[in-house]
């Protein structure tokens, strides 16, 4: 039994894919969502699984650092294609820290490339 805690944000960028089918995609940009969704085994003290405010103070952080920027200069692609699956990774990584103080885990995490195509990252 566990509890599932989901908090999403959105944020705009560009990037292209530097591995597409043989060559370098062109630059482009989307409109993106990211929900990550926060597991924990038991309820704390307060009846709370994750605090809403802490989870949200996390992704909106991470999606902050990708807003209104080109994905593929961020430090954290560096030489690695900025697929939606690859986006997704980061947002785990980057929210892990959050999760651990609240006794919880990063379960995975959707980032929707505009209103219909998204990837989702589980994490083990």
Known sequence: MSYLVTVGARFEAAHHLLHYRGQPEPLHGHSY???VVFEVPALDADELAIDFADAKTAVEAAARELDYSDINTHPAFAGR???AENVARHFAQRCAAAAEASNAKVAEVTV???PENRA???AE
């Open 120 to 122: 989702t990252y589980r």
């Open 81 to 83: 294609n900025t697929s």
């Open 33 to 35: 969502r990211v929900e």
């Open 112 to 114: 929707w490339e505009g």
